[in-house]
């Protein structure tokens, strides 16, 4: 089932359209909502609340628009709800400093399962992840949804609702930022 | 154009570039440069390596309890708005029922105990009371329906749960 049908059946109420939806776009919601707000337990109930909210505005949902970008725009929006909530100040400053590098999102690379002749691009996977953590969300996100979701920069302004200009803005600021960190932390040979 | 400024302009590009947000007159024109510059290729693969290292980042993946459990929940969710909706429904049918019988009790009750020439007749007599306890007995009846259909939806829920 198509995408474009799966949604067309879901506004008609139709569970296993509910299921081809979840299955396909399932590993998508979740990184994206870990990336956003970093911890699993958060991420997971953000995941849920995804899906409701899909069930209860799919029947608003425009045909004409992506639907990649409609789904990622809702998450998004209960995640900053849920940033603004817990934390006013998280959207725009960077986390703190001392915060310890060993964070979910390095233990979920380092986890992965290897050889150990691939230990090397693990650890630089690790080191970068850890990176990645300590940017700011609009700079997180922007880096997850071009490089990780690989959405197109109209695509991105589309699920942020900003301009171009924008959006690549904070790809530059971000990527500059992700580049200091490494550097500052592990050095140039990352 | 010097060359300092090209280096500079080129350099400042490179995230962009990388990331692929430059017009492809702009592209060209970067892969030009670091073709015939060294250092400003070296300087291009360095923002190469992260943004490849960003592409390979590993898929963090949604707990499989946790899939099947937001498919249970956006199934009662539905299940519970498609019930809401035939509440209304029957609700509104009722509503309609009730008053229609209200107004229509009327004329057909002085039709049927007067005949015809009764509508001449602006008497109330004690007919008045008959009809109203009539028109009541309907919107209770369809109240307790209301009621007995809201239960019964409720009680097949916590049975299909």
């Known amino acids: ?190 | 154009m010097n060359g300092i400024d090209e280096h500079a302009q080129i350099r400042e590009q490179l995230p962009l570039f990388v990331a692929g947000a430059l017009d492809a007159q702009t592209e060209a024109q970067i892969a030009r440069h670091a073709a015939s510059c060294p250092a400003c290729a070296a300087e291009l693969e360095r923002w190469q390596l992260i943004s490849g290292g960003l592409r390979r980042l590993p898929t963090p993946q949604p707990s499989q309890s946790l899939v099947a459990r937001t498919r249970t929940a956006v199934a009662e969710q539905i299940a519970e708005r498609a019930e809401q909706g035939q509440n209304r429904t029957v609700l509104i049918l009722l509503v309609c029922f009730s008053w229609i019988v209200t107004i229509a009790g009327w004329p057909l009750f002085r039709f049927l105990t007067g005949g015809v020439l009764s509508f001449l007749d602006i008497r109330f007599h004690q007919a008045w009371l008959v009809f109203a306890i009539v028109s009541g007995l309907t919107w209770l009846a369809s109240g307790s329906a209301a009621v007995l259909l809201s239960a019964r939806r409720q009680q097949e829920r916590r049975v299909a749960l």
Do not use: C
Not at chain 1, 59 to 69: H, I, L, M, V
Not at chain 1, 74 to 83: K, S, T, Y
């Open chain 1, 1 to 190: 089932m198509g995408i474009e049908a799966a949604v067309l059946q879901l506004r008609r109420g139709d569970l296993d359209a509910l299921s081809t939806l979840i299955a396909r776009y399932q590993n998508r919601v979740y990184r994206y909502l870990l990336r956003l707000v970093r911890q699993p337990a958060e991420a997971e109930d953000l995941f849920q609340q995804t899906w409701l909210r899909v069930a209860e505005k799919i029947r608003s949902y425009d045909p004409g628009r992506n639907f990649d970008a409609w789904l990622l725009t809702l998450a998004r929006n209960l995640a900053f709800d849920h940033l603004r909530r817990i934390q006013p100040s998280s959207l725009d400053e960077p986390v703190d400093d001392n915060a310890p590098q060993e964070t979910r999102l390095s233990r979920l690379a380092a986890s992965d399962p290897g050889p150990h002749d691939q230990s090397l691009a693990r650890e630089q996977a690790r080191h970068l992840a850890a990176a990645l953590e300590t940017l700011p969300v609009i700079y997180r996100e922007v880096l997850s949804l071009r490089f990780e979701e690989e959405m197109k920069i109209e695509e991105i302004a589309d699920v942020l609702g900003t301009p171009l200009s924008t959006v690549k803005s904070r790809l530059r600021r971000g990527l500059e930022q992700l580049r200091q960190t490494i550097e500052a932390s592990y050095g140039k040979a990352q």
